[in-house]
């Protein structure tokens, strides 16, 4: 389980040459020590992959955590209210547990994990153990987490242009 001390000292390794202040220190620590600190540790690496600069933002951590943190509870959520689904009978619960248990994975997973991790809820979503949603939630938490990517679901124009689609349950 990882602390607020781990994620100060993963932020202090990442940007180095970053020199804080402690009113800088108190407010940063007064709103992160508080959150999920694993998500909050995939949140800073995330920040670290896709803002390169020697100064780290907090508006960015918060920013990237909540994101994160939206994304692993959509993965572990059932079903929202209106919804639907193709009518297949799957175990609810069943597929509510394995939701779970795919992001406990996650969580402990590498980037090198992820096509594993993919086939294994695809092969769950084939056996129809796990309903669509939820693994659609999974894979998206799965691809965010251990690659730092958010799926973009477009179709492409005869200009070239891609315009996004939304795709299922997507909420920004």
């Known amino acids: 389980m990882r602390t607020w001390d781990d994620n100060k000292s993963a932020i202090n390794q ?11 220190r108190r407010l940063w620590s007064d709103d ?6 694993v998500v909050l540790y995939d949140a800073i690496r995330n920040v670290k992959r896709t803002h390169d600069t020697l100064y780290p933002q ?6 990237s955590y909540r994101d994160l943190f939206s994304s692993k509870r959509r993965a572990m959520n059932q079903r929202t209210p209106g919804e639907s689904h193709k009518a297949v009978h ?3 619960e069943q597929s509510k547990r394995l939701a779970a248990e795919f992001v406990a994975t996650i969580e402990s997973a590498t980037a090198d994990d992820f096509d594993m991790i993919e086939g294994l809820v695809l092969d769950k979503v084939e ?5 669509m949603l939820p693994a659609y939630r999974v894979l998206m938490y799965a691809r965010k987490r251990l690659l730092g990517q958010d799926a973009m679901f477009g ?7 891609v315009q996004h689609v939304s795709a299922i349950g997507e909420r920004k």
């Open 14 to 24: 990442l940007w180095p040459q970053c020199q804080w202040t402690d009113e800088e």
């Open 32 to 37: 992160l020590a508080r959150l999920d600190q």
């Open 58 to 63: 907090l508006k960015w951590m918060l920013d």
């Open 90 to 92: 799957v175990d609810s």
């Open 127 to 131: 056996h129809l153990k796990i309903d």
């Open 155 to 161: 179709r492409v124009g005869t200009d070239g242009e």
